[in-house]
């Protein structure tokens, strides 16, 4: 990643954390119940991958407390980048390519 991508915000790295291995499980999800359909497909298509990655955004924004506290930490929804967050996870899709 380059430096414009590093995070240095706790409560963006903890959300994105979260919200990775959330997309992650999503993904595979999606995988599982699409079969054997080319997933390139889907990744380069922004009508689909657009909602996606929102899905996701607003899954963990909408449980983080719980989620941060679980995992015995603490972030302030209010300190969280989601323009990076989005940024980020839409690089991170990259890596779901076959």
């Known amino acids: 990643m380059s430096k414009e ?5 706790k409560s963006t790295q903890l959300f994105l954390d979260l ?9 595979k999800l999606f995988q599982e119940i699409n079969g054997d359909g080319d997933a390139n ?3 380069d298509d922004p ?13 963990i924004q909408n449980n983080f407390e719980k ?7 603490y ?12 940024a980020l ?3 991170h899709s990259e890596r779901f390519r076959k």
């Open 5 to 9: 991508t590093v995070v240095t915000n």
């Open 19 to 27: 919200a990775i291995r959330s997309l992650e499980a999503s993904w």
């Open 41 to 43: 497909d889907y990744l």
């Open 47 to 59: 009508d689909f991958m657009s909602p996606f990655i929102m899905h996701v955004i607003d899954h």
């Open 67 to 73: 989620f941060t506290t679980q995992e015995g930490d």
């Open 75 to 86: 972030g302030d929804i209010k300190e969280v980048n989601f323009e990076q967050i989005a």
């Open 89 to 91: 996870l839409v690089w």
